[in-house]
């Protein structure tokens, strides 16, 4: 738990130290990938040191992550240009991935099914309590300081953790006949992987979607893949067998963990936009008011957990419980306004919280119980896997609906007299960007280029534009949740092995 939440923490706390990094470095360009090299590097070490795990045991990979992280930290704190620094973060994410797909795992190692809910919603738990520290966390150190503390603070926490794994934790065994790598499979999996997310992070955001190195890695990316399974379904040893699929209870807990992972991600994201442009709030505040979310979270998990264990383990019936409510808040959300207040956002993200959360336990010991042992690093990999895919894919598909139609918004609800007291380019900007709700200075500007007269009222079509956008998108999200609960109805429910 200790490990996991250093290496979770560094997902969050880097995002309130980017304004002074940017100033520091340069690369404002750039400034995205200091996230996303982590998340990319991180994601695509899952499943291939989950496997591995299986053949070679948990330890030497578990301390072999915290020292590749350490060194990572170490190396990003003494970054002198943003392109070292997202080369370093993405040495960091190696580590951060190796430890956090071996947090799930370790906990099926060490207790069997009926006891491993209670112990899964713990994990998870550190896991959400991560995301509430870290921005308040990293923008504290910045402050007081410096933004290179950030990473230098992981020694003093991860150096003990390293030394106690090297004493205390247990070596584990493994069932795996053969040792040879699928040295193919990896790169290919790699290869995938990173294509897909490097795509979905440039994809209307650095290149148009239809631009050549966007299409060019999507493209790159279907083909690895089929080449992937193709190899994968025809090599002695892969590292991710194709036979984990064919289990029932595995293939639709993937499915639903995808869904849900579409849903939550949109959520992170997208509720600061709407405190802070519909709302008015401040970019510190937005950020702060997505604790309750994530408070939500806690609870749900560490409640499942509990659950799970004491009361014979139905993992379907909380599963189909975890979603209607996470749809039930997502539904809620999908109905604010501007004139919604603050309050009842606060209440709608805690209630979508917690059956997010609820979920996180449930599925992750519904794939466990359903593998054998020699197949459990590999199996609780891929649950943590497609859950990050889909959030991937849930912030570029719903980034992009959302922009399209808060411009078909915005041109449908402005009146033809507020067209015509608007300078066509600064109506033209403001539809591909509602810079002027969030930036105060973009506001300034916007009031400088038209009468007074005119700044309120364009404000006001700008936030009703913005939040029924906004709301669009948390149906879609609802959808996703709702086709999770649908598969999860089909689920069957084997008795949690107490071995």
Not at 105 to 112: A, E, Y
Request: aromatic letters at 10%; one cysteine or more.
């Amino acid at each position: 738990m200790l490990a996991l939440f250093v290496a979770s923490l560094d997902q969050t706390v880097v995002g309130t130290a980017i304004p002074r990094i940017v100033a520091d470095l340069g690369g404002f360009d750039r400034f995205t990938w200091i996230t996303s090299a982590y998340i990319v590097a991180s994601t695509t070490a899952v499943p291939i040191v989950g496997r591995l795990s299986d053949m070679y045991g948990r330890k030497v990979f578990y301390i072999g992550g915290i020292v590749v992280f350490l060194v990572g930290s170490v190396l990003s704190g003494f970054s002198q240009s943003m392109n070292q620094l997202i080369a370093f973060r993405a040495i960091q994410g190696l580590g951060g991935g190796t430890m956090m797909a071996l947090a799930f795992v370790t906990v099926g190692d060490l207790f069997p099914p009926a006891d491993r809910g209670k112990y899964q919603g713990f994990v998870a738990a550190v896991f959400g309590l991560s995301s509430v520290i870290g921005p308040t966390l990293g923008g504290f150190i910045t402050d007081t300081l410096s933004w290179n503390w950030i990473f230098f603070i992981n020694l003093p926490i991860g150096i003990p953790v390293a030394i106690l794994f090297v004493l205390f934790f247990p070596s584990g065994r493994q069932n795996v006949a053969s040792r040879r790598l699928d040295v193919v499979g990896m790169s290919l999996l790699v290869l995938s992987v990173s294509s897909l997310l490097v795509a979905l992070s440039w994809g209307g955001v650095q290149y148009a979607w239809a631009s050549v190195q966007v299409v060019g890695l999507l493209i790159a990316a279907v083909a690895s893949t089929a080449t992937f399974v193709f190899v994968e379904l025809r090599i002695a040893n892969p590292i991710m067998p194709m036979g984990i699929y064919r289990d029932r209870v595995v293939g639709l807990s993937l499915i639903a963990v995808f869904c849900t992972g579409f849903g939550m991600f949109g959520g992170i994201v997208f509720i600061p936009l709407f405190f802070q442009g519909v709302l008015g709030a401040s970019a510190t505040s937005s950020g702060s008011f997505l604790t309750p979310m994530m408070l939500g979270m806690v609870f749900g998990a560490t409640i499942s957990g509990q659950t799970l264990s004491r009361l014979g383990g139905h993992y379907r019936t909380q599963g189909l419980i975890g979603l209607g409510i996470m749809a039930t808040g997502m539904f809620l959300l999908s109905g604010m306004t501007e004139t919604t207040s603050f309050g009842q956002v606060v209440v709608y993200l805690v209630i979508t919280g917690f059956g997010i959360g609820t979920t996180f336990p449930t599925f992750t010991i519904a794939v466990q119980n359903a593998v054998p042992y020699s197949q459990l690093g590999v199996v609780t990999a891929a649950n943590q896997f497609y859950r990050s895919i889909g959030g991937a894919l849930g912030l570029a598909i719903l980034g992009s609906i959302m922009a399209r139609r808060f411009a078909d918004g915005l041109d449908a609800k402005i009146s033809p007299n507020l067209r015509e007291s608007v300078p066509a380019e600064t109506l033209a900007g403001m539809s591909n960007n509602p810079q002027a709700l969030v930036n105060p200075d973009a506001l300034e500007e916007f009031r400088e280029s038209v009468s007074p007269e005119v700044v309120d009222q364009l404000l006001d079509v700008l936030r009703s534009s913005l939040a029924t956008a906004i709301g669009d998108l948390f149906l879609i999200a609802m959808a996703t949740a709702l086709v999770a609960l649908v598969v999860t109805a089909f689920l069957k429910e084997t008795p949690l092995r107490d071995k």
